[in-house]
């Protein structure tokens, strides 16, 4: 039998909601230290509470790990030597051990449940993160292990899990701190070692609370409908509480593994900045070719994006526009739109702002004209052409130019306006110009 110490480190959500932020940190920082030891990571449902626990969140759980690109050697829909990974499935194992308990005399019968009976003393353990910390004893209750209902309580079902697991490390989040030390005492009362504990910050919003609800997005996967990109959101949340030791930052998966260390983590908490993330996700964006951006925007959903695969050259152009200002996929998705359809409707305070003068619809149709006769479509001659007729006409440039976006997008704010009617092409250009001028004409 192979007797070689091997690196094992677990994830165990509750399936009573989705894979959160904090959660899925937590998974990564686990197999982070899992693949930088060549160790084992598992994943392993925490369902016991049967009246919240839902198959749907499991469901959802897998795919939002799915997502960050995380993967598990052993868990649900693996498998592995210490299934089952469903804690709903190893509940005779729970009253098993809680029975070994009471007959050692280190439980005892209380109205129904079985309590640990408490010893004595100090508790103490290393954390990897926090250092030496220490519980007098009297400050903890003689604890329920398993409920007159026969579940266990969470104190119970993760040590004997951990236990049957084999697993080395339990790297999870501060607010366990204060579950260790009972934790710790079960392990001794079955007579085996615990494994080595570290706890990380907690993550917080900009307010320095608690991230929650109110912070925005509730489940990993509302960051995908978000547009973010998984491999941003992965390199986002492995520095999240966590430090290199440089100054680097952007780090593919394999970079992060070979730095990944216990001792880089932070023990304070971390802020949650969107800001940052967008930062992120900007700069991945940025790396991708064109083909591989139009595939991703595409795969939000159901978007008639056949045009940029029609002509390459010119769909590199319109994405050379959008690069610097797109910092999620779903920016992209709404900066494309008026390359391929016009507007169905107009920015009314774009037009209240712009266009209510009653010569606004006649500067408009003269630009029109021009557009329609000057012989040099592209952006230098578009822009003098414009400039050259406000002034020929005592008109703002800013009046034509704001007009002439709001012709294109109905919007008040694009691309570089030229840049775009130079794409858009004269066609277009003319008979989006003639639209809006039509629009005005039918306004009070």
Known sequence: MNNVWVTRLRFAPSPTGYLHVGGARTALFNWLYARRHGGVFVLRIEDTDVERSQAEMVTGILDGLRWLGIDWDEGPEVG??????????RLERYRAAAKQLLDSGQAFE?????????????????????????????HIESFVILRSDTHPTYHLSVVCDDIDMAITHVVRGDDHISNTPKQVLLYNAFGKTPPTFAHVPLIM???????????GATSVMEYEKLGYLPEAMFNFLALLGWGTGSNDELLTKDELVQRFNLEGISGGNAVFNTEKLDWFNHQYLLKLTDEELVARVGGLGAWGLEGLGKDPAWSSRVLA??????KRLTEYRDQLTPFFEGPTSYDPDGVKKHLSAPEAREHLEALRQAYIATGDWTEVALEKCLRELAE??????????????IAMTGRMVSPGLFE?????????????????????????
């Open 80 to 89: 592995g030597p210490h299934a089952p990974y469903y804690q709903s499935q």
């Open 110 to 138: 209380d109205g129904g449940a079985i309590r640990f009976k408490v010893p004595p003393g100090k508790t103490t353990f290393v954390d990897s993160v926090h250092g030496p910390i220490e519980f007098d004893n009297e």
């Open 205 to 215: 919003g900009a307010d320095k609370q608690r991230l929650s609800k109110r912070h």
């Open 321 to 326: 526009l959008l690069r610097p200002r797109c």
């Open 392 to 405: 020929a006409r005592s008109a703002k440039a800013a009046t034509l130019i704001h007009g002439t976006r």
């Open 420 to 444: 775009m009617l130079v794409l858009l092409g004269r066609e277009r250009v003319v008979d989006r110009l003639a639209r809006l001028i039509a629009a005005l004409a039918g306004l009070p």
